[in-house]
């Protein structure tokens, strides 16, 4: 991350020095950069055209100051669930710029999507096709749909986070997206609009996007021959970020490289960005508590725990871990562990450190796919989120209060 740096041994963060600004600020916690979200941004639009629409992914951070931050730069979002769609539109989304995604849009979601006149369905199976459809027919209306097609193309991602595979649920398979389309253009309350796509996240390079293009292309000669036109095609998201010395292929060079394999048709290019908009712009902030060496193993257990970070266990992810006090000398090998009462709860393994009781330390990278993913396990609140806008601090959600969190129980 760029605009995270040491002046004078002390952690910079957008300008702002973390050991003196967070002395104050009950941790963990976590705190963005408004300024990196549009730097992020601005890299996408700076290559995009007229007929270029980029939908943020919600599920990467849906934090309402950071729907409206993102809103206001121009984006629509691809939502996936009656709340993500809540949210949007609490956050001032366009409703003809928001696509709706996944595998079990129920009929109450796809009754309140229909109610907001959004702009797309990305549909994902002939069922919901036709649920779409009946839907539409009691309203009275017409949905406007894309058909989310499966290529087929293997990405070099973990396991769980590749999509566009044949054994993956997401989908119509490649071989059966013809036949979908034909039903559904017999379909008196669905207008067929576009082609989508998504095939998975964290990837690194250019090639499995255009791969997937590709195939796509040859869908699209196939459904003009059936007269089947359409004038959208989403890429769904999916690029990278930088998280351990990991080369990624930069935002124009992706845009720029997906946006000419497709200059050949005449259709307007949607992108599903998540992490690639939001992940770098987080920072979780947690205070030592305690430092515990054994023979065998050091371990500084921390205030922040899978309950506020669930990445490390979940996809073996690696976060970088650093104090906001830098020292070079003495650095040892420490496990950084959180409170939870399991095994697994660990934010990095084997991080060479030179740890004090009570300092704070900074896990990078975590604006995508952090605070959505934080659970109340343990019964530990949910922290608060800030974010920095014009040089101040400005909380955007506050900590969970212990009445909060047993609220919905009825003892
Ligand atoms: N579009 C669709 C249909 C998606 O399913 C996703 C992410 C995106 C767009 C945005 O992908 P991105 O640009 O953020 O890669 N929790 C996991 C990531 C799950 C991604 C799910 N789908 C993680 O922490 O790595």
């Known amino acids: 991350m760029n605009s995270l740096e040491y002046k004078n041994n002390k952690l910079i963060f957008d300008n702002l020095d973390l050991s003196e600004s967070c002395q104050n600020l009950q941790t963990p916690f976590y705190i963005y950069s408004e300024n990196l979200i549009k730097k992020n941004i601005h890299e996408y639009l700076s290559n995009a055209n007229e007929n270029t629409l980029f939908c943020y992914s919600v599920k990467a951070n849906s934090n309402l100051s950071i729907l409206k931050i993102i809103a206001s730069q121009g984006l629509g979002f691809d939502v996936v669930s009656k709340g993500e769609l809540y949210r949007v539109i609490k956050a001032g989304a366009d409703p003809q710029k928001i696509v709706y995604s996944g595998v079990g849009k129920t009929s109450d979601e796809i009754k309140y999507a229909l109610a907001n006149n959004i702009f797309c369905f990305n549909i994902e199976s002939e069922s919901e096709l036709n649920a779409v459809n009946n839907q539409a027919e009691l309203m009275n209306c017409t949905a406007s749909i894309s058909i989310r097609v499966n290529p087929d193309v293997s990405v070099k991602t973990h396991p769980y986070i590749s999509t566009g595979m044949k054994e993956n649920k997401f989908g119509i398979s490649y071989n059966n997206a013809l036949n979908v389309y034909k039903k559904a253009s017999k379909l008196n309350n669905i207008n067929i609009i576009g082609i989508d796509f998504h095939i998975g996240s964290q990837i690194t390079s250019i090639e499995p996007f255009i791969d997937s293009i590709n195939s796509i292309k040859n869908l699209i000669t196939a459904l003009n021959k059936e007269n089947i036109n359409i004038s959208y095609i989403d ?177």
């Open 235 to 411: 890429v769904g998201g999916g690029l990278g970020i930088n998280y351990e010395n990991d080369t990624i292929v930069n935002k124009s060079e992706y845009t720029t490289k997906i946006l000419d394999s497709l200059s050949d048709i005449d259709a307007s290019i949607i992108f599903e960005p998540g992490r690639s908009i939001i992940g770098d712009c987080g920072l979780l902030v947690t205070k030592i508590e305690y430092i515990k060496e054994t023979s065998s193993k050091n371990f500084v257990i921390v205030d922040a725990s899978m309950s506020e970070l669930i990445r490390p266990p979940l996809y073996d992810a690696y976060h970088k871990i650093v104090p906001v006090i830098q020292h070079e000398n003495d650095l040892k090998l420490y496990d950084v562990v959180g409170p939870v009462c399991e095994s697994a709860d660990f934010l990095g393994k084997d991080r060479k450190l030179n740890p004090t009781e009570s300092e704070l330390l900074v896990v990078q990278d975590v604006g995508a796919y952090g605070s959505v993913l934080s659970s109340n396990y343990n019964t530990r609140p949910k922290p608060a989120e800030y974010i920095i806008s014009d040089g101040e601090i400005r909380e955007i959600r506050s900590r969970d209060t212990l009445d909060q969190i047993i609220s919905n129980e009825n003892p």
